[in-house]
Protein backbone atom coordinates (compact mmCIF):
# COMPACT_ATOMS: atom_id res chain seq x y z
CA UNK A 1 0.00 0.00 0.00
CA UNK A 2 0.96 3.62 -0.92
CA UNK A 3 2.52 5.17 1.71
CA UNK A 4 0.75 8.41 3.16
CA UNK A 5 2.07 12.05 4.12
CA UNK A 6 0.53 14.48 6.06
CA UNK A 7 2.66 17.55 7.58
CA UNK A 8 1.75 18.21 11.31
CA UNK A 9 2.51 22.06 12.87
CA UNK A 10 3.05 22.29 16.64
CA UNK A 11 3.55 25.28 18.36
CA UNK A 12 4.37 25.32 21.54
CA UNK A 13 5.07 27.92 24.43
CA UNK A 14 9.06 27.78 23.91
CA UNK A 15 9.14 26.30 20.39
CA UNK A 16 7.67 25.32 16.98
CA UNK A 17 7.72 22.40 14.91
CA UNK A 18 6.91 21.67 11.27
CA UNK A 19 7.05 17.83 10.57
CA UNK A 20 6.33 15.60 7.85
CA UNK A 21 4.71 12.25 8.80
CA UNK A 22 4.50 9.32 6.80
CA UNK A 23 2.27 5.98 7.38
CA UNK A 24 2.78 2.84 5.91
CA UNK A 25 1.71 -0.52 7.16
CA UNK A 26 0.85 1.06 10.54
CA UNK A 27 4.33 2.38 11.10
CA UNK A 28 4.93 6.47 11.17
CA UNK A 29 7.86 8.22 10.36
CA UNK A 30 8.47 11.27 11.75
CA UNK A 31 11.22 13.79 10.23
CA UNK A 32 11.06 17.21 11.35
CA UNK A 33 11.86 19.67 9.01
CA UNK A 34 11.80 23.06 10.68
CA UNK A 35 11.88 23.95 14.36
CA UNK A 36 11.91 27.66 15.45
CA UNK A 37 12.19 29.10 18.72
CA UNK A 38 8.70 30.86 20.30
CA UNK A 39 7.69 32.98 23.13
CA UNK A 40 6.15 35.99 24.83
CA UNK A 41 7.17 40.11 23.36
CA UNK A 42 6.79 42.28 25.60
CA UNK A 43 4.95 45.33 24.35
CA UNK A 44 3.37 48.02 25.78
CA UNK A 45 3.38 46.81 29.48
CA UNK A 46 1.74 43.69 28.24
CA UNK A 47 2.72 40.31 26.68
CA UNK A 48 1.72 39.69 22.84
CA UNK A 49 2.30 36.81 20.29
CA UNK A 50 4.55 37.05 17.59
CA UNK A 51 1.71 35.55 15.36
CA UNK A 52 2.99 37.06 12.10
CA UNK A 53 6.55 35.69 13.03
CA UNK A 54 4.83 32.06 13.60
CA UNK A 55 2.83 32.74 10.44
CA UNK A 56 6.41 33.05 8.62
CA UNK A 57 7.85 30.06 10.04
CA UNK A 58 5.05 28.13 9.05
CA UNK A 59 5.09 29.00 5.57
CA UNK A 60 9.11 27.91 5.51
CA UNK A 61 8.09 24.83 6.62
CA UNK A 62 5.14 24.39 4.26
CA UNK A 63 7.97 24.94 1.74
CA UNK A 64 10.15 22.64 2.90
CA UNK A 65 7.26 19.82 3.10
CA UNK A 66 6.64 20.56 -0.82
CA UNK A 67 9.77 20.31 -1.90
CA UNK A 68 9.69 16.67 -0.94
CA UNK A 69 6.79 15.85 -3.05
CA UNK A 70 3.00 15.01 -2.23
CA UNK A 71 1.15 15.68 0.70
CA UNK A 72 -2.51 14.88 1.55
CA UNK A 73 -2.95 16.89 4.56
CA UNK A 74 -1.89 19.46 6.67
CA UNK A 75 -3.00 20.67 10.54
CA UNK A 76 -2.15 23.13 13.25
CA UNK A 77 -1.86 22.91 17.19
CA UNK A 78 -1.07 24.81 19.59
CA UNK A 79 -1.21 25.95 23.28
CA UNK A 80 -4.55 26.49 24.57
CA UNK A 81 -6.91 29.76 25.37
CA UNK A 82 -5.22 32.49 23.49
CA UNK A 83 -6.95 33.67 20.09
CA UNK A 84 -7.09 36.69 17.31
CA UNK A 85 -10.05 38.89 16.74
CA UNK A 86 -11.16 39.25 13.19
CA UNK A 87 -13.00 41.83 11.77
CA UNK A 88 -16.03 41.39 9.34
CA UNK A 89 -13.80 41.30 6.10
CA UNK A 90 -11.69 38.75 8.10
CA UNK A 91 -8.78 41.12 8.77
CA UNK A 92 -6.98 40.46 12.24
CA UNK A 93 -7.88 43.26 14.71
CA UNK A 94 -4.77 43.47 16.69
CA UNK A 95 -2.35 41.69 18.37
CA UNK A 96 -2.60 37.77 20.01
CA UNK A 97 -2.34 38.36 23.94
CA UNK A 98 -0.07 36.21 25.72
CA UNK A 99 -1.85 33.99 28.47
CA UNK A 100 1.04 35.15 31.04
CA UNK A 101 0.09 38.71 29.96
CA UNK A 102 -0.50 40.72 33.15
CA UNK A 103 -3.75 42.39 31.81
CA UNK A 104 -5.51 39.13 33.14
CA UNK A 105 -5.16 40.60 36.96
CA UNK A 106 -8.26 39.95 39.25
CA UNK A 107 -10.64 39.36 36.06
CA UNK A 108 -11.39 36.04 37.32
CA UNK A 109 -11.80 36.90 40.58
CA UNK A 110 -14.63 39.21 39.26
CA UNK A 111 -15.99 36.96 36.78
CA UNK A 112 -16.02 33.98 39.72
CA UNK A 113 -18.05 36.36 41.75
CA UNK A 114 -20.16 37.15 39.25
CA UNK A 115 -21.48 33.70 37.72
CA UNK A 116 -20.68 31.46 40.92
CA UNK A 117 -18.50 28.53 40.82
CA UNK A 118 -21.16 26.11 40.75
CA UNK A 119 -22.29 28.06 37.80
CA UNK A 120 -19.22 27.69 35.72
CA UNK A 121 -17.76 24.10 36.56
CA UNK A 122 -21.06 22.71 36.14
CA UNK A 123 -21.55 24.40 32.61
CA UNK A 124 -18.47 23.52 31.50
CA UNK A 125 -16.39 21.00 33.53
CA UNK A 126 -13.52 23.08 33.46
CA UNK A 127 -10.65 24.59 35.62
CA UNK A 128 -10.18 27.74 37.29
CA UNK A 129 -6.85 29.45 35.35
CA UNK A 130 -7.00 32.80 35.74
CA UNK A 131 -5.71 32.79 31.91
CA UNK A 132 -9.26 31.01 30.54
CA UNK A 133 -10.38 32.67 27.21
CA UNK A 134 -13.72 33.45 29.14
CA UNK A 135 -11.08 35.79 31.59
CA UNK A 136 -9.12 37.05 28.43
CA UNK A 137 -12.74 37.96 26.73
CA UNK A 138 -13.94 39.06 29.82
CA UNK A 139 -10.96 41.52 29.78
CA UNK A 140 -11.18 42.82 26.38
CA UNK A 141 -12.70 46.48 26.05
CA UNK A 142 -16.53 45.53 24.75
CA UNK A 143 -15.95 47.77 21.48
CA UNK A 144 -12.97 45.49 20.75
CA UNK A 145 -15.85 42.44 20.54
CA UNK A 146 -18.80 44.01 18.76
CA UNK A 147 -18.71 42.64 15.21
CA UNK A 148 -15.73 40.40 15.23
CA UNK A 149 -15.26 36.60 15.61
CA UNK A 150 -12.55 34.71 17.80
CA UNK A 151 -10.54 32.53 16.67
CA UNK A 152 -7.99 30.46 18.58
CA UNK A 153 -4.55 30.25 17.70
CA UNK A 154 -4.43 27.26 15.14
CA UNK A 155 -8.13 27.95 13.71
CA UNK A 156 -6.56 31.49 12.48
CA UNK A 157 -3.85 29.87 11.45
CA UNK A 158 -5.54 27.19 9.74
CA UNK A 159 -7.79 30.26 8.52
CA UNK A 160 -4.62 31.64 7.23
CA UNK A 161 -4.12 28.34 5.16
CA UNK A 162 -7.47 27.78 3.46
CA UNK A 163 -9.76 30.41 4.18
CA UNK A 164 -12.18 28.00 6.60
CA UNK A 165 -13.49 29.83 10.27
CA UNK A 166 -13.98 27.20 12.66
CA UNK A 167 -12.88 26.51 16.20
CA UNK A 168 -12.17 22.91 16.85
CA UNK A 169 -13.17 21.11 19.66
CA UNK A 170 -10.15 19.98 21.98
CA UNK A 171 -9.36 23.66 21.95
CA UNK A 172 -12.12 25.17 22.08
CA UNK A 173 -12.89 22.98 25.45
CA UNK A 174 -10.15 25.52 26.93
CA UNK A 175 -12.04 28.28 26.46
CA UNK A 176 -14.07 27.74 29.21
CA UNK A 177 -17.31 28.52 27.56
CA UNK A 178 -18.10 25.19 25.52
CA UNK A 179 -20.01 22.19 26.96
CA UNK A 180 -18.63 19.05 27.82
CA UNK A 181 -21.97 16.95 27.36
CA UNK A 182 -23.35 18.57 23.69
CA UNK A 183 -19.51 19.76 22.67
CA UNK A 184 -20.96 22.84 21.60
CA UNK A 185 -20.47 26.20 22.84
CA UNK A 186 -22.42 26.76 26.73
CA UNK A 187 -24.87 29.28 25.57
CA UNK A 188 -26.42 29.90 28.40
CA UNK A 189 -23.09 31.10 29.95
CA UNK A 190 -22.15 32.99 27.08
CA UNK A 191 -25.36 35.03 27.84
CA UNK A 192 -24.53 35.55 31.45
CA UNK A 193 -21.08 36.64 30.93
CA UNK A 194 -22.14 39.06 28.44
CA UNK A 195 -20.39 38.06 25.39
CA UNK A 196 -21.82 37.91 22.07
CA UNK A 197 -22.97 35.02 20.36
CA UNK A 198 -21.73 36.21 17.44
CA UNK A 199 -17.91 36.58 18.64
CA UNK A 200 -17.74 32.49 18.15
CA UNK A 201 -17.71 30.15 15.47
CA UNK A 202 -19.33 26.83 15.04
CA UNK A 203 -17.39 24.46 16.41
CA UNK A 204 -15.56 20.93 14.44
CA UNK A 205 -14.61 17.54 15.50
CA UNK A 206 -10.85 16.56 15.05
CA UNK A 207 -10.53 15.13 11.79
CA UNK A 208 -12.47 17.50 9.66
CA UNK A 209 -11.76 18.46 5.92
CA UNK A 210 -11.92 22.44 5.89
CA UNK A 211 -10.79 22.07 2.40
CA UNK A 212 -7.83 22.75 0.16
CA UNK A 213 -5.13 25.13 0.34
CA UNK A 214 -5.67 28.99 -1.00
CA UNK A 215 -4.18 29.09 -4.29
CA UNK A 216 -1.51 31.37 -3.40
CA UNK A 217 -0.38 29.09 -0.29
CA UNK A 218 -0.46 26.28 -2.47
CA UNK A 219 1.39 28.42 -5.53
CA UNK A 220 3.81 29.56 -2.75
CA UNK A 221 4.61 26.06 -0.78
CA UNK A 222 4.68 23.61 -3.88
CA UNK A 223 1.95 22.10 -2.00
CA UNK A 224 -0.87 21.37 -4.88
CA UNK A 225 -3.85 19.32 -3.37
CA UNK A 226 -2.93 19.56 -0.10
CA UNK A 227 -5.92 19.60 2.87
CA UNK A 228 -6.25 21.63 5.40
CA UNK A 229 -7.11 18.26 7.97
CA UNK A 230 -7.48 19.32 11.75
CA UNK A 231 -6.18 17.53 14.57
CA UNK A 232 -6.66 17.94 17.87
CA UNK A 233 -5.97 21.15 17.67
CA UNK A 234 -5.30 21.76 21.52
CA UNK A 235 -1.17 20.81 21.94
CA UNK A 236 -2.05 18.70 24.85
CA UNK A 237 -4.95 16.32 23.30
CA UNK A 238 -3.11 15.96 20.53
CA UNK A 239 -0.11 14.53 23.53
CA UNK A 240 -2.99 12.62 25.43
CA UNK A 241 -3.97 10.71 21.60
CA UNK A 242 -0.07 9.82 20.91
CA UNK A 243 -0.17 8.58 24.57
CA UNK A 244 1.37 4.39 24.07
CA UNK A 245 -0.69 2.66 26.39
CA UNK A 246 -2.88 0.10 26.13
CA UNK A 247 -6.29 -0.67 27.55
CA UNK A 248 -8.88 1.92 28.56
CA UNK A 249 -7.96 2.37 32.42
CA UNK A 250 -4.76 2.03 35.07
CA UNK A 251 -2.92 4.45 33.38
CA UNK A 252 -2.36 8.10 33.74
CA UNK A 253 -0.06 10.23 31.67
CA UNK A 254 1.62 13.41 32.02
CA UNK A 255 2.31 15.76 28.88
CA UNK A 256 6.05 17.24 30.00
CA UNK A 257 6.90 20.35 28.61
CA UNK A 258 6.53 24.02 29.40
CA UNK A 259 3.28 22.66 31.71
CA UNK A 260 3.46 19.01 33.17
CA UNK A 261 -0.57 18.22 32.13
CA UNK A 262 -1.28 15.48 34.85
CA UNK A 263 -4.56 13.61 33.89
CA UNK A 264 -6.30 10.39 33.05
CA UNK A 265 -8.54 9.71 30.13
CA UNK A 266 -12.45 9.15 30.79
CA UNK A 267 -15.02 8.17 28.27
CA UNK A 268 -17.56 10.80 30.19
CA UNK A 269 -16.94 14.46 31.79
CA UNK A 270 -16.60 14.49 35.76
CA UNK A 271 -18.34 17.10 37.13
CA UNK A 272 -18.87 16.11 40.45
CA UNK A 273 -17.94 18.15 43.75
CA UNK A 274 -15.07 16.03 44.62
CA UNK A 275 -13.49 16.89 40.81
CA UNK A 276 -14.31 20.60 41.22
CA UNK A 277 -12.58 20.65 44.73
CA UNK A 278 -9.28 19.66 43.34
CA UNK A 279 -9.90 22.20 40.32
CA UNK A 280 -9.87 19.03 37.79
CA UNK A 281 -10.06 20.00 34.23
CA UNK A 282 -12.49 17.97 31.82
CA UNK A 283 -11.31 19.25 28.57
CA UNK A 284 -12.06 17.62 24.87
CA UNK A 285 -10.01 14.89 24.04
CA UNK A 286 -10.73 12.78 20.34
CA UNK A 287 -13.35 10.36 19.29
CA UNK A 288 -15.81 12.35 22.19
CA UNK A 289 -13.17 11.07 25.45
CA UNK A 290 -12.48 13.63 27.96
CA UNK A 291 -9.20 14.68 29.19
CA UNK A 292 -9.72 14.95 33.00
CA UNK A 293 -6.67 16.17 34.00
CA UNK A 294 -4.79 19.17 36.36
CA UNK A 295 -1.90 21.80 35.17
CA UNK A 296 0.67 21.43 36.79
CA UNK A 297 3.46 24.11 36.28
CA UNK A 298 5.66 21.73 34.28
CA UNK A 299 9.26 22.87 33.09
CA UNK A 300 8.37 26.58 32.76
CA UNK A 301 10.16 27.53 36.14
CA UNK A 302 12.97 26.03 35.08
CA UNK A 303 13.24 27.25 31.70
CA UNK A 304 12.69 30.86 33.28
CA UNK A 305 15.43 30.14 35.32
CA UNK A 306 17.47 29.35 32.57
CA UNK A 307 16.94 32.43 31.29
CA UNK A 308 17.86 33.82 34.19
CA UNK A 309 21.46 32.50 34.62
CA UNK A 310 22.08 32.05 30.57
CA UNK A 311 23.97 28.83 31.92
CA UNK A 312 25.15 25.20 30.65
CA UNK A 313 22.28 22.80 31.19
CA UNK A 314 24.03 19.53 30.72
CA UNK A 315 26.26 20.73 33.39
CA UNK A 316 23.46 21.57 35.46
CA UNK A 317 21.43 18.56 35.57
CA UNK A 318 24.17 16.50 35.95
CA UNK A 319 25.21 18.26 39.20
CA UNK A 320 21.39 18.41 40.24
CA UNK A 321 21.32 14.81 39.75
CA UNK A 322 24.01 13.88 41.70
CA UNK A 323 22.77 15.73 45.05
CA UNK A 324 21.02 13.67 47.94
CA UNK A 325 17.20 12.95 47.77
CA UNK A 326 14.96 14.33 50.35
CA UNK A 327 15.90 18.20 49.67
CA UNK A 328 13.26 21.00 50.00
CA UNK A 329 10.05 21.00 48.07
CA UNK A 330 7.77 24.32 47.19
CA UNK A 331 4.56 24.16 45.46
CA UNK A 332 4.98 24.77 42.07
CA UNK A 333 1.41 25.83 41.04
CA UNK A 334 1.47 29.07 43.52
CA UNK A 335 0.53 31.63 40.85
CA UNK A 336 4.07 33.69 41.70
CA UNK A 337 5.42 31.35 39.60
CA UNK A 338 3.14 32.21 36.45
CA UNK A 339 4.44 35.48 35.16
CA UNK A 340 7.66 35.61 32.99
CA UNK A 341 10.54 37.11 34.93
CA UNK A 342 14.17 36.78 35.72
CA UNK A 343 13.69 36.75 39.45
CA UNK A 344 12.11 33.33 38.75
CA UNK A 345 15.23 32.00 40.91
CA UNK A 346 14.95 34.47 43.92
CA UNK A 347 10.74 33.61 43.44
CA UNK A 348 11.91 29.34 44.25
CA UNK A 349 14.33 30.39 47.05
CA UNK A 350 11.53 32.71 48.64
CA UNK A 351 9.25 29.98 48.77
CA UNK A 352 11.50 27.06 50.36
CA UNK A 353 12.48 30.11 52.97
CA UNK A 354 8.71 30.61 53.74
CA UNK A 355 7.87 26.65 54.52
CA UNK A 356 10.66 27.32 56.64
CA UNK A 357 12.95 24.86 54.85
CA UNK A 358 16.60 24.81 53.84
CA UNK A 359 16.77 27.07 50.41
CA UNK A 360 18.80 26.18 47.27
CA UNK A 361 21.47 28.05 46.78
CA UNK A 362 23.34 27.34 43.84
CA UNK A 363 21.89 26.77 40.05
CA UNK A 364 22.10 22.94 40.71
CA UNK A 365 20.09 22.93 44.17
CA UNK A 366 17.63 25.11 42.51
CA UNK A 367 16.76 22.67 39.29
CA UNK A 368 16.95 19.74 41.89
CA UNK A 369 14.21 21.55 44.22
CA UNK A 370 12.31 22.57 41.28
CA UNK A 371 12.35 18.80 39.71
CA UNK A 372 11.86 17.67 42.97
CA UNK A 373 8.83 19.40 43.67
CA UNK A 374 6.97 19.04 40.41
CA UNK A 375 7.42 15.50 40.95
CA UNK A 376 5.71 15.71 44.15
CA UNK A 377 2.78 17.59 42.86
CA UNK A 378 2.59 14.99 40.26
CA UNK A 379 2.11 12.51 42.49
CA UNK A 380 -0.59 14.36 44.82
CA UNK A 381 -2.75 15.02 41.67
CA UNK A 382 -2.29 11.23 40.72
CA UNK A 383 -3.15 10.51 43.84
CA UNK A 384 -6.51 12.90 43.58
CA UNK A 385 -7.71 11.63 39.80
CA UNK A 386 -7.56 7.58 41.96
CA UNK A 387 -9.96 9.43 44.86
CA UNK A 388 -12.06 11.05 41.57
CA UNK A 389 -12.37 8.29 39.60
CA UNK A 390 -12.19 5.44 41.77
CA UNK A 391 -9.74 3.34 39.64
CA UNK A 392 -6.04 2.62 40.96
CA UNK A 393 -3.57 3.88 38.51
CA UNK A 394 -0.09 1.43 38.30
CA UNK A 395 1.48 3.29 35.23
CA UNK A 396 2.47 6.59 34.00
CA UNK A 397 2.76 7.92 30.71
CA UNK A 398 5.50 10.69 30.03
CA UNK A 399 4.79 12.43 27.05
CA UNK A 400 6.30 15.26 24.89
CA UNK A 401 9.83 17.15 25.62
CA UNK A 402 9.81 17.07 28.85
CA UNK A 403 9.98 13.04 28.55
CA UNK A 404 13.81 13.23 28.03
CA UNK A 405 14.54 14.66 31.20
CA UNK A 406 15.85 11.30 32.78
CA UNK A 407 16.32 13.28 36.13
CA UNK A 408 12.58 14.33 36.55
CA UNK A 409 11.58 10.79 35.15
CA UNK A 410 13.23 8.88 38.03
CA UNK A 411 11.93 11.47 40.63
CA UNK A 412 8.21 11.12 39.40
CA UNK A 413 8.77 7.54 39.53
CA UNK A 414 10.48 8.03 43.29
CA UNK A 415 7.72 10.33 44.53
CA UNK A 416 4.47 8.50 42.63
CA UNK A 417 5.47 5.05 43.50
CA UNK A 418 4.36 4.05 39.91
CA UNK A 419 6.52 2.47 36.98
CA UNK A 420 7.10 5.80 34.46
CA UNK A 421 7.21 4.72 30.88
CA UNK A 422 8.41 7.60 28.71
CA UNK A 423 8.40 8.82 25.48
CA UNK A 424 7.86 9.47 22.76
CA UNK A 425 9.54 12.91 22.60
CA UNK A 426 7.12 14.23 19.86
CA UNK A 427 3.87 13.01 21.35
CA UNK A 428 2.03 16.28 20.22
CA UNK A 429 3.43 15.96 16.23
CA UNK A 430 2.24 12.40 16.21
CA UNK A 431 -1.17 12.93 17.70
CA UNK A 432 -1.88 15.51 15.11
CA UNK A 433 -0.32 13.64 12.21
CA UNK A 434 -2.08 10.21 13.19
CA UNK A 435 -5.30 12.35 13.68
CA UNK A 436 -5.30 13.54 10.24
CA UNK A 437 -4.25 9.86 8.82
CA UNK A 438 -6.98 8.16 10.30
CA UNK A 439 -9.19 10.78 8.93
CA UNK A 440 -7.79 10.34 4.94
CA UNK A 441 -8.35 6.31 5.92
CA UNK A 442 -4.23 5.42 6.13
CA UNK A 443 -4.26 4.20 9.17
CA UNK A 444 -6.95 0.63 8.07
CA UNK A 445 -8.45 -0.88 11.03
CA UNK A 446 -5.36 -0.05 13.55
CA UNK A 447 -6.13 2.40 16.17
CA UNK A 448 -3.52 5.77 16.85
CA UNK A 449 -2.32 4.25 20.07
CA UNK A 450 -1.04 0.81 17.79
CA UNK A 451 0.41 2.89 15.78
CA UNK A 452 2.12 4.94 18.26
CA UNK A 453 3.65 1.76 20.09
CA UNK A 454 4.76 0.38 16.89
CA UNK A 455 6.50 3.46 16.12
CA UNK A 456 8.17 4.34 19.29
CA UNK A 457 10.79 3.50 21.38
CA UNK A 458 10.29 3.65 25.10
CA UNK A 459 11.92 3.81 28.52
CA UNK A 460 11.09 2.90 31.58
CA UNK A 461 11.83 4.20 35.36
CA UNK A 462 11.02 1.89 38.53
CA UNK A 463 10.42 3.98 41.33
CA UNK A 464 13.56 3.50 43.77
CA UNK A 465 13.39 1.73 47.30
CA UNK A 466 11.53 4.57 48.93
CA UNK A 467 9.46 4.39 51.59
CA UNK A 468 6.32 5.09 49.46
CA UNK A 469 7.20 3.09 46.92
CA UNK A 470 7.10 -0.03 49.42
CA UNK A 471 3.75 1.54 50.79
CA UNK A 472 2.28 1.70 47.31
CA UNK A 473 3.27 -1.59 46.80
CA UNK A 474 1.63 -3.06 49.57
CA UNK A 475 -1.49 -1.50 48.78
CA UNK A 476 -1.78 -2.72 45.25
CA UNK A 477 -1.16 -6.28 46.66
CA UNK A 478 -3.84 -5.99 49.38
CA UNK A 479 -6.40 -4.23 46.47
CA UNK A 480 -5.58 -7.67 44.39
C1 LIG B 1 0.30 23.16 27.14
C2 LIG B 1 -0.97 23.98 27.22
C3 LIG B 1 -1.87 23.58 28.35
C4 LIG B 1 -2.64 24.84 28.56
C5 LIG B 1 -1.53 25.84 28.50
C6 LIG B 1 -1.94 27.24 28.20
O1 LIG B 1 1.11 23.58 26.10
O2 LIG B 1 -1.69 23.91 26.02
O3 LIG B 1 -2.66 22.44 28.10
O4 LIG B 1 -3.35 24.88 29.75
O5 LIG B 1 -0.67 25.34 27.47
O6 LIG B 1 -2.50 27.36 26.94
Known amino acids: RAPSRHVAIDLGASSG ?13 VEVLHRFPNGGVPVAGGLQWDILGLWREVLH ?3 LAGQRGEVASVGVNSWAVDYGLLDAHGDLLGGVHHYRSPRLDRVMERVRAELGDDALYGATGIQFLPFNTLYQLSAERPERLAGTQLLMVPDLLHYWLCGSRVTERTNASTTQLSDPRTGDWAWALVDAAGLPRSVLPPIVEPGADLGVLRPEIAAETGLTGTRVIVPATHDTASAVAAVPATGDTGWAYVSSGTWSLVGVESPVPVLTDAARHLNLTNEAGIGGTTRLLKNVMGLWIVQECRRAWNADF ?6 AAALPPGGPVFDPDDTRFLAPGMDMPQRVQAACRET ?5 QT ?8 LGSLAQRIADVLDGLEAVTGTPIHTLYVV ?3 SQGDLLNQLTADAT ?24 GSLRSASIREVVRASSALQTFMPSASRHAATRQTGTEVSR
Open 363 to 370: PPEIVRCI
Open 356 to 360: GQPVP
Open 61 to 63: GLT
Open 314 to 319: ARLYAD
Open 400 to 402: GGG
Open 17 to 29: RVALGTVQNGILE
Open 417 to 440: GRSVVAGPVEATLIGNLLVQAQAC
